[in-house]
């Protein structure tokens, strides 16, 4: 409800359209015209929960975070951005469901009953089951966290492995301004460590790029005496952090020659000023 200068109630709903999105809660747009809005007082408490609203940027904001208006915003967006079909407003209001983990607290024979249709249920229930296999840079756009999209998710993916990587240092080296990486730690700190680190998620991801520089890069000139077979030694070179090339390409730091042969590769190897190991289990530290 609003007043005008004169006391007069009249419903926001004929005049004013509130916008109820978590982000923005109050943003208050008019479809009327300037007179009648500079007469308009603006809430001083939510109409939906009666909380205290909060002046912030022009906007007014309800920071109850279990006001039900937002709340309600809250799962719909989570559900919308996990694809979980069929947990729409409508089945959101009839499950009662008030909070994320509550969703994964379900069990069939509530939605059953709730959804008042078997069928339903089962497909609702499998599709609840199918979410929690998402990875961290689809479940983090979904907690309607200010600023963090899809777009920051996956920056942040690149350079921390599982959620519980998150901090300052990992925001600034994925790019995040001040303002998103403030939200993401906020938002870390309370609503993850107090309420979500237990949903059924593994909060991990698997996008991390390897940053980690290459050792040197290898080319093995003719027989070997320390493995079997080049594969063997391929295998052991690459998991100990080397690049391995078939041919002496401009790449190459490293030329492994165990036969002592002077061939042509070493040769040009030599000459181009690439270092020459004569025991590769030396050069693995073996
Ligand atoms: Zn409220």
Known sequence: MFRNKEGDY???SEKIILDFSTQTPYNIYSNVGESLLREIVAPTHC??????????????????T???SKTYKLIEHFSSTLKIKGLGPSSIQKLRITSIPQIYELSLGEMVEAL??????AKLFEEIQDSKKVSLSEILPAFSIPLIGKSAASKLCSVVSSIYDLNEEACTKAGLGPK??????T?????????YKWLPFSFESNEVVSVIEPKGVVCI??????FKTKAEAEKVLISKGYIVKSSLTREVTILVNESGLESSKTKKARDSGVSITTNLNQLLGN
């Open 221 to 226: 000139s003719g027989k070997l005496t320390s």
């Open 187 to 195: 938002w870390y700190n309370t609503m993850f460590l107090r309420e």
């Open 10 to 12: 009249f419903s926001y």
């Open 180 to 185: 998103a990486s403030n939200n993401l730690l």
């Open 47 to 64: 109409p939906s929960c009666s909380s205290p609203l909060v002046w912030e940027n022009d906007q007014l904001f309800c920071y109850n």
């Open 66 to 68: 279990s006001c039900e």
């Open 116 to 121: 008042n249709s078997e069928k339903l249920a």
